[in-house]
């Protein structure tokens, strides 16, 4: 053994923006979150060059996965082009050269915050969500070894709780976003501040699926087919959002999620919150050659 | 303008390795292909001086040493456990750490030299859409072990290399020995 065999020549930066211990350890913990779906993993959580709580946690795993024959697209609330979204593509595609679409079907990653693109993802494509909150207990038990004991317990009951008192006070559940689901039969995640509409999309799905806290040091995934099941009482049926009926005004696209529009006059119109299936759908009623992907939601139904 | 770093031949090795490893676990059953043949590859990919190794054979803990994690001769004390052959293993496998329940990332990972072939093996669990029937050169003994040690969440994860080609068992899966 040499200094030389110890040590590496010298570079500006490494690529990926990450150095290699960095990668190596979310490595190590994403191989053991796909080993155990749904159970939030602690990670070191590095500094990148972004504040945490605007997607640190995403950016991580996905500088760790990309390489220069990788495709990343990146999108906020379903669009491509907010500020965040389009900083953190450029920022990937600059840091590792990587290219950068905003079709869903020809990227290999997509990292997203608060959405799963409208079109089915396929088996080699993976999806990373950005989450601001891991903790699903964090509503009900605020100290987090206590948490972390219940997760060892498999003691779920102050979530079911919650969802009673939803139905007890309002007549329905209102958990609109990040709605609690259980992973593999085992562990309750919360699946991101993604709403209710896009929470079937992961179960069984074909695509691989890490949920990345960056602020608060933890990640989880989901395997391809592996069952998420949103908790829901026997009698009461899982609801997404009525959105079956809303007709983009842009796209005329209908039966997507949909971004509501406030008017001036107190209505309201909408437009398709998947912005590049409106793009998509816009181009292909002016003619020109675009492909449109199976959606997972058909009509305003689910039917994957 | 800023300019991009061009990955260098470790780093592009390590990726590629890494995504085989993490398709190889996605799913269970699937050989993957791997940049580089053997257990090597596989250290240099996930093990730095954060680890503790044990390693089998004297030229596994020369790689494994480079990377400059400690080198242990106790398998209790291991995240990552190196091993060429599972023959006359169990001393070795039923000391293999599974975490606790509140923290099933302590568990293990296990890396094994195996041929993909032999011993038809059904497996069912996340990952698989229908239960998928495989061959893997592993003794039932090492199956029983398995599922005595594995108490979900609790449990260590597999991978099974047969020269370039990697196949993923993670603790989740369920494994017949047909």
């Given at each position: 053994?040499?200094?030389?065999?110890?040590?590496?020549?010298?570079?500006?930066?490494?690529?990926?923006?990450?150095?290699?211990?960095?990668?190596?350890?979310?490595?190590?913990?994403?191989?053991?979150?796909?080993?155990?779906?749904?159970?939030?993993?602690?990670?070191?959580?590095?500094?990148?060059?972004?504040?945490?709580?605007?997607?640190?946690?995403?950016?991580?795993?996905?500088?760790?996965?990309?390489?220069?024959?990788?495709?990343?697209?990146?999108?906020?609330?379903?669009?491509?082009?907010?500020?965040?979204?389009?900083?953190?593509?450029?920022?990937?595609?600059?840091?590792?050269?990587?290219?950068?679409?905003?079709?869903?079907?020809?990227?290999?990653?997509?990292?997203?915050?608060?959405?799963?693109?409208?079109?089915?993802?396929?088996?080699?494509?993976?999806?990373?969500?950005?989450?601001?909150?891991?903790?699903?207990?964090?509503?009900?038990?605020?100290?987090?070894?206590?948490?972390?004991?219940?997760?060892?317990?498999?003691?779920?009951?102050?979530?079911?709780?919650?969802?009673?008192?939803?139905?007890?006070?309002?007549?329905?559940?209102?958990?609109?976003?990040?709605?609690?689901?259980?992973?593999?039969?085992?562990?309750?995640?919360?699946?991101?501040?993604?709403?209710?509409?896009?929470?079937?999309?992961?179960?069984?799905?074909?695509?691989?699926?890490?949920?990345?806290?960056?602020?608060?040091?933890?990640?989880?995934?989901?395997?391809?087919?592996?069952?998420?099941?949103?908790?829901?009482?026997s009698d009461r049926p899982y609801q997404v959002e009525e959105h079956a009926h809303l007709t983009c005004r842009r796209s005329g696209l209908s039966g997507y999620f949909m971004n509501e529009i406030p008017q001036d006059n107190g209505g309201s119109t909408f437009e398709v919150s998947d912005s590049n299936l409106g793009i998509k759908a816009i181009q292909k009623a002016e003619g020109a050659p675009t492909e449109i992907g199976e959606t997972w939601y058909r009509d305003g139904e689910y039917s994957a | 303008m800023l300019t991009v770093a061009p990955p260098d031949a470790i780093e592009l090795r390590c990726n590629s390795t890494f995504q085989a490893l993490m398709w190889a676990l996605s799913r269970p059953g699937d050989a993957r292909v791997m940049p580089e043949a053997g257990l090597a590859g596989i250290a240099e990919t996930l093990v730095d001086l954060e680890c503790t190794v044990f390693a089998d054979t004297p030229d596994l803990r020369e790689a494994v040493s480079a990377s400059g994690a400690l080198v242990t001769g106790d398998v209790s004390r291991a995240d990552h456990v190196f091993l060429s052959s599972l023959e006359n293993a169990a001393d070795q496998i039923v000391q293999l750490r599974c975490g606790s329940p509140l923290y099933p990332d302590d568990g293990a990972t296990l890396i094994v030299a195996a041929r993909h072939a032999g011993q038809r093996l059904r497996l069912s669990g996340p990952g698989i859409e229908e239960p998928t029937e495989i061959s893997l050169d592993a003794p039932p003994a090492f199956w029983a072990m398995r599922a005595m040690l594995c108490a979900y969440p609790e449990g260590f994860d597999c991978f099974f290399v047969d020269a370039g080609s990697v196949i993923g068992i993670p603790r989740s899966t369920k494994v017949e020995v047909l």
């Open positions: 053994m040499s200094l030389a065999s110890l040590t590496k020549d010298w570079a500006a930066t490494s690529y990926g923006f990450l150095d290699a211990s960095a990668k190596r350890e979310l490595r190590r913990k994403m191989l053991k979150a796909i080993a155990v779906p749904g159970c939030q993993m602690p990670y070191a959580s590095r500094e990148v060059p972004m504040a945490r709580g605007w997607g640190t946690g995403g950016l991580q795993v996905t500088l760790t996965l990309v390489n220069p024959a990788s495709t990343v697209k990146v999108i906020d609330q379903g669009a491509d082009d907010g500020v965040n979204a389009a900083s953190i593509r450029r920022f990937i595609s600059r840091v590792s050269g990587a290219a950068e679409t905003w079709d869903t079907l020809s990227a290999s990653i997509v990292q997203s915050r608060h959405r799963v693109p409208e079109e089915v993802m396929r088996e080699d494509q993976i999806l990373v969500l950005q989450v601001p909150n891991p903790e699903p207990l964090r509503g009900v038990e605020p100290n987090m070894s206590i948490a972390r004991q219940m997760h060892a317990d498999a003691d779920y009951g102050k979530l079911w709780l919650t969802l009673y008192e939803q139905i007890v006070r309002k007549g329905r559940i209102m958990q609109g976003a990040a709605y609690p689901s259980m992973v593999n039969g085992r562990h309750v995640m919360t699946p991101s501040p993604i709403p209710r509409w896009d929470v079937p999309k992961l179960n069984m799905a074909k695509h691989l699926t890490f949920l990345s806290a960056g602020r608060e040091k933890r990640l989880f995934a989901v395997p391809p087919f592996t069952r998420v099941e949103p908790l829901v009482f | -």
